[in-house]
């Protein structure tokens, strides 16, 4: 069964920094595209990061030059450094299989990871 375990959030002040993590079972991670997605209160789940089975990286223009996404095949885990964090920001944070931009299992997100910037 796909399996998706967030972890890594909490209450940082703006400016700060925080390093999400998110382990994957129940399918070959490896050749697989990853997403970090995050949904703030009455919006939509929005694509943050995603890393390639190559490594290539690509950004929603929110986090260009704050966040970094990095995967370790080996531990099936995917991981998201945010720096220079803004309290907009401030959402429940999930990663996911993804697919052009969408996520990959949609019935398998996990309990995701909350994320709050205070001013």
């Known amino acids: 069964q796909v399996q998706f375990v967030e972890s890594g959030g909490g209450l940082v002040q703006a400016g700060g920094s925080l390093r999400l993590s998110c382990a994957a079972s129940?399918?070959?991670?490896?050749?697989?595209?990853i997403g970090w997605y995050r949904q703030a209160p009455g919006q939509q789940r929005e694509l943050v990061a995603r890393?390639?089975?190559?490594?290539?990286?690509r950004y929603a223009d929110s986090a260009k030059g704050r966040f970094t996404i990095s995967r370790d095949n080996a531990k099936s885990t995917v991981y998201l450094q945010m720096d220079s964090l803004k309290p907009e920001d401030t959402a429940v944070y999930y990663c996911?299989?993804?697919?052009?931009?969408?996520?990959?299992?949609?019935?398998?997100w996990g309990q995701g990871t909350q994320v709050t910037v205070s001013s």
């Open positions: 129940g399918f070959t991670f490896a050749i697989n595209a």
């Open positions: 890393i390639s089975v190559a490594g290539n990286t």
């Open positions: 996911n299989r993804d697919v052009n931009g969408t996520p990959g299992y949609t019935t398998n």
